[in-house]
């Protein structure tokens, strides 16, 4: 793996978890809005669309880079509507980088796969 593909994981690993969490306080300033007097829907929605916006152009990168099969990167957008789908599409990426450092270690240390 090259290093823009490492980077375009790395940022869109970033922005997953933040997405999630954003969403989620969204959905709990929404229910809030309408039991209560508190209203914040307008400025976490604004903050959730900034980072629902931003983790959508790297995911685009990161697909285009890392060349994923169609499913792959349908996953990686399905997770990013779904409420704590941003949690799982940072461990899920983690645990694709680390694999990548991995291989490209034994590639470099002359040992291949049997």
Do not use: Q
Request: hydrophobic share 50%; with cysteine.
């Amino acid at each position: 793996m090259d290093i823009k593909t490492a980077s375009s994981l790395r940022r869109l690993r970033l922005v997953s978890a933040p997405e999630a969490v954003s969403f989620i306080l969204l959905l709990i300033c929404s229910v809030l809005k309408r039991t209560t007097d508190f209203d914040a829907v307008r400025p976490m929605g604004y903050v959730h669309g900034m980072l629902f916006v931003l983790y959508v152009i790297f995911w685009l990168d990161a697909w285009n880079r890392t060349k994923w099969s169609r499913g792959t990167g349908i996953l990686y957008f399905v997770l990013s509507v779904l409420p704590t789908g941003g949690f799982f599409a940072e461990r899920k990426l983690k645990r694709e980088a680390e694999a990548a450092v991995i291989a490209a270690r034994a590639r470099k240390e002359g040992i291949v796969n049997a």
